[in-house]
């Protein structure tokens, strides 16, 4: 799921907001194929968002989106490249909006069943359906903010892996089947969301299950002004080496900034 990220903030890498270079091709299937995005909601959502577009109308990957509240508008940078972007493969996007954690759970089990896996699945708000008063009431598993996280993170992981199956004996191009989610600290709003594991223990079982996680932080030095930014955020790519690994490869470990326009554009920036 990182190289999708990749390939997301290289897209958007340019100064106007527009898209590079199409011909700059993705980078090559990550290893790590669960991601969690941790970080505020409004600016996570444009990252899932943009993931789910970039996967489908670059890649041509099929996208299973699913999120509590009903998408109203794309983010501005990909309004202002709509002219350059597939038709045909934003239909390969499939967007559902299971209310609860209980309609979450069947919806994501019945993709097997689909004769159109998706390689992509991607889950906004993690937060909203775990924290739900509902969340652990459902039969089938212990009530509890924890053992929510943990019963629906297997099924995201389990899914994945059968559907990168179907996808392999169908000698797809697509596999593997990735996931990417989205969840919202518990914190105090001056913890930086990186240092924050230990204070949240429905993360500590998310990281568990998610192989890498992208970390958004504000950064609230003089750097959004001196660019005529609205706000400044840092992006780390963190990950723990997968048994697959070369043996002395480094574990993943990669920072962006991402500046935020009045405008409403957004701009990555490799540091």
Same mark, same amino acid.
């Given at each position: 799921?990182?190289?999708?990220?990749?390939?997301?903030?290289?897209?958007?890498?340019?100064?106007?907001?527009?898209?590079?270079?199409?011909?700059?091709?993705?980078?090559?299937?990550?290893?790590?194929?669960?991601?969690?995005?941790?970080?505020?909601?409004?600016?996570?959502?444009?990252? /899932?968002?943009?993931? +789910?577009?970039?996967?489908?109308?670059? *890649?041509?990957? =099929?996208? !299973?989106?699913? #999120?509590?509240? %009903? @998408?109203?508008?794309?983010?501005?940078?990909?309004?202002?490249?709509?002219?350059?972007?597939?038709?045909?493969?934003?239909?390969?996007?499939?967007?559902?909006?299971?209310?609860?954690?209980?309609?979450?759970?069947?919806?994501?089990?019945?993709?097997?069943?689909?004769?159109?896996?998706?390689?992509?699945?991607?889950?906004?708000?993690?937060?909203?359906?775990?924290?739900?008063?509902?969340?652990?009431?459902?039969?089938?598993?212990?009530?509890?903010?924890?053992?929510?996280?943990?019963?629906?993170?297997?099924? /995201?992981?389990?899914? +994945?892996?059968?559907?990168?199956?179907? *996808?392999?004996? =169908?000698? !797809?191009?697509? #596999?593997?089947? %990735? @996931?990417?989610?989205?969840?919202?600290?518990?914190?105090?709003?001056?913890?930086?969301?990186?240092?924050?594991?230990?204070?949240?223990?429905?993360?500590?079982?998310?990281?568990?299950?998610?192989?890498?996680?992208?970390?958004?932080?504000?950064?609230?030095?003089?750097?959004?002004?001196?660019?005529?930014?609205?706000?400044?955020?840092?992006?780390?790519?963190?990950?723990?080496?997968?048994?697959?690994?070369?043996?002395?490869?480094?574990?993943?470990?990669?920072?962006?900034?991402?500046?935020?326009?009045?405008?409403?554009?957004?701009?990555?920036?490799?540091?």
């Amino acid at each position: 799921m990182t190289d999708i990220l990749t390939l997301v903030f290289r897209t958007f890498s340019s100064q106007t907001g527009q898209k590079q270079d199409p011909s700059v091709g993705p980078p090559p299937p990550s290893l790590r194929c669960t991601t969690l995005v941790v970080g505020e909601h409004r600016l996570s959502h444009s990252v /899932l968002l943009l993931a +789910a577009v970039t996967a489908a109308s670059e *890649l041509g990957i =099929r996208v !299973s989106f699913f #999120a509590q509240t %009903r @998408i109203q508008s794309l983010p501005v940078c990909l309004q202002r490249c709509s002219a350059t972007l597939n038709p045909e493969g934003l239909k390969k996007i499939a967007f559902s909006y299971p209310r609860t954690l209980e309609e979450l759970l069947q919806q994501v089990a019945s993709l097997h069943e689909s004769p159109s896996p998706p390689s992509l699945i991607i889950v906004d708000g993690l937060d909203g359906f775990l924290r739900d008063p509902v969340a652990g009431s459902h039969a089938g598993f212990h009530s509890g903010e924890e053992s929510c996280a943990a019963h629906l993170s297997a099924l /995201l992981c389990d899914t +994945a892996a059968f559907l990168t199956e179907v *996808l392999e004996q =169908r000698g !797809s191009s697509s #596999a593997p089947c %990735r @996931i990417i989610a989205s969840f919202l600290l518990n914190v105090d709003s001056g913890q930086e969301s990186r240092d924050s594991s230990a204070t949240d223990p429905i993360l500590v079982v998310l990281d568990r299950y998610f192989q890498a996680r992208c970390t958004l932080d504000q950064d609230r030095s003089y750097e959004a002004p001196a660019a005529a930014a609205q706000e400044v955020w840092r992006i780390y790519l963190s990950g723990t080496k997968c048994p697959e690994d070369c043996e002395d490869g480094p574990a993943l470990a990669q920072e962006w900034k991402l500046f935020t326009f009045p405008d409403g554009l957004m701009e990555f920036k490799l540091v």
